[in-house]
């Protein structure tokens, strides 16, 4: 009979497991992933459990801050009952706990931090590979080459402290002859058209060498023009290997001395500027 009875006091001793868990998360709100782990342990309520009024009192429980940065990422691990997760010094800090090194791993840190690392390859950065030695732009000085004039300017200044040669002033053929003046043209008609808007000067009267050079392009037009049966083409072909370059655009007997002044006429002409007998309509 007496043992009977101390069965039934050990059975009303230990109540049922999820009634116990529902009694502590009522007065300890816990975080998903610590019942989890809670599920399926069975705790009595007898003096020196963890559960035990007394043991309650004295927040034998994690608080709600340890639990959350005590965060276990394997949620999965089993715990012993009336333990609880080591907290960080600082809650704001956490940090993950430190693996002890072992005389292996002393061994090697200290013989991959005393040994350099292995180059496989390694190439002297002022001496220039067989590319760089075969451009167009070679230094006098060294075994450099550039792709441009430019970049051996760069080199020399940089490099061996030798300032490039300053370049010789465009001088073009036709210079302004008015004082005060430094504009210069590639051709006589852009010059007389400068004299003219910026001066406000006249052509000059032509020269006599200038006056028999025309007379004699004008016979030979003559002679091309009337022609005898020769194709307008051919004609003036017959006149190029005289060194008279004609004006190929339609009802012009322009001639000219360089195949680049005829070039340049043409040019001229196409673009509407205002050459005599090429005016656009």
Known sequence: MSQQTNNNDVDRAVPAPNTNLNRVT????????LLTTLQGISFARAPGTILHPDALAASALPSIAEVAYTHNPHPH??????????????????????????????????????EPPVV???????????????RDHKCPHCLWSFASAWELRRH?????????????????????????????????????????????????????????????REEELKEWVAGRGERREAAIRRLEAKGIFTCRLDNCRKSFSSEKGRAHHEKMARDGRGIKGHRKK
Do not use: M, Y
Not at 120 to 134: E, M, N, V
Not at 202 to 214: C, D, F, G, L
């Open 26 to 33: 009522a007065q300890f709100p816990l975080p998903p992933f």
């Open 77 to 114: 691990t089993e715990q012993e009952p009336g333990t609880r997760p080591a907290s960080p010094a600082s809650p704001s800090s956490p940090s993950s706990p430190a693996i002890p090194a072992t005389p292996a791993t002393a061994a090697t840190a200290a013989t991959a931090a005393a």
């Open 120 to 134: 496989l390859f390694r190439r002297d950065p002022l001496i220039p590979t067989p590319l760089q030695q075969s």
């Open 156 to 216: 020399l200044l940089s490099i061996h402290g030798i300032a490039p040669e300053t370049p010789e002033p465009n001088v073009r053929k036709h210079k302004c002859p008015v004082e005060n003046c430094a504009r210069s043209f590639d051709w006589l008609p852009e010059l007389t058209r400068h004299r003219l808007s910026a001066h406000n000067l006249e052509p000059p009267p032509p020269t006599e060498e200038e006056i028999a050079k025309q007379k004699e």
